[in-house]
C-alpha cells in the first residue's frame, strides 16, 4: 500500500532564509510524487511534480524538490522563503503500478514565515 | 487559465437528509475525482472516474455515497443520507490522464447539523 510521511507539523523559517518541508514515501513500484499548497479558505494548488527524469524539479513560486530513491524522500525547498509562503503543504504519491489514479497524501505540513 | 469550479461553496443540512455538491471539472480533462478533508486533517481519497464509470474507490466511499456525470460538464457527488461525521471540506479534482497532475477545485464545506 502506498504511503507519505510527512514528519513535522510545522516548519518555522524567518523570510529571506532557505526553507526545506520534508516527505517521505512508500510505494511497492515506482512513484509519481507531487507538493501541492493549501491557503486558508481555499483549494489545492499543484506545486510541482516528478514523474521521471532529472532527480531535482522545479515548480511555481520558485519552488523545487528534488527525488532521492535511496533514501525515498521528494523534500520540497525554496532558497529565499518569503512570508506569502505561509500556508499548509501537502506531499501525494501514486504508484506507477497501482491500477488506480488516487493520490495518498501526506498529512501536510504547516509553513510560517516569519518577518 | 481554466479551472476547476465547485457548487455550493458552504451547504449546511440535517442529519439524515441527501446531498448533492456539484464540480465543473476542466473541459478537456478525462479522469475525476472526490477527496474529502475533514476539519484540521489529512486530504482522503474517496473516489476516481474515468469514462463514465467510478475506476476507483477508497473505503469510505459506501453505499452512502454515489457519483454521477449527468451531462458533458457536470461532475457530481450524492450523499444520501447523511451523518455528522459526513462533515467536512470537499474536494473535486481532475487531470487529463491518472499519472499527472491533479486540479483542484475550491472546495465545498459541508456541515451536517
Known amino acids: 500500500a502506498q504511503s507519505v510521511a510527512q514528519p513535522e507539523d510545522q516548519v518555522n523559517v524567518a523570510e529571506g532564509n532557505p526553507l526545506t518541508v520534508k516527505c517521505t514515501y512508500s510505494?511497492?513500484?515506482?512513484?509519481?510524487l507531487f507538493w501541492y499548497v493549501q491557503y486558508p479558505n481555499r483549494g489545492l494548488q499543484f506545486l510541482l511534480k516528478?514523474?521521471?527524469?532529472?532527480?531535482l524539479v522545479k515548480g511555481s513560486y520558485g519552488f523545487e524538490a528534488e527525488f532521492n530513491k535511496s533514501q525515498t524522500s521528494f523534500h520540497l525547498k525554496k532558497p529565499s522563503a518569503l512570508v506569502s509562503d505561509s500556508a499548509l503543504y501537502f506531499c501525494?504519491?501514486?504508484?506507477?503500478?497501482?491500477?488506480?489514479?488516487?493520490?495518498?497524501f501526506g498529512p501536510g505540513t504547516r509553513l510560517s514565515v516569519l518577518p | 487559465e481554466p479551472e476547476v469550479t465547485q457548487t455550493p461553496s458552504h451547504q449546511v443540512t440535517q442529519m439524515g437528509q441527501e446531498v448533492i455538491l456539484r464540480c465543473v471539472p476542466i473541459?478537456?480533462?478525462?479522469?475525476f475525482y472526490w477527496y474529502r478533508q475533514i476539519l484540521g486533517q489529512k486530504v482522503e481519497f474517496l473516489v476516481s472516474?474515468?469514462?463514465?464509470?467510478?475506476?476507483?474507490k477508497s473505503e469510505i466511499f459506501d453505499d452512502q455515497f454515489s457519483v454521477e456525470r449527468p451531462d458533458g460538464s457536470n461532475f457530481t457527488l450524492k450523499i444520501r443520507s447523511t451523518k455528522l461525521e459526513d462533515s467536512a471540506m470537499y474536494f473535486c479534482?481532475?487531470?487529463?490522464?491518472?499519472?499527472?497532475?491533479?486540479?483542484f477545485g475550491p472546495g465545498t464545506r459541508l456541515t451536517v447539523t
Open positions: 479534482a481532475s487531470s487529463v490522464e491518472g499519472k499527472h497532475e491533479q486540479y
Open positions: 510505494v511497492s513500484g515506482n512513484p509519481y
Open positions: 516528478y514523474i521521471t527524469g532529472d532527480n
Open positions: 501525494a504519491v501514486r504508484d506507477i503500478n497501482n491500477y488506480g489514479q488516487n493520490f495518498v
Open positions: 473541459s478537456n480533462h478525462l479522469y
Open positions: 472516474f474515468y469514462n463514465n464509470e467510478i475506476s476507483e
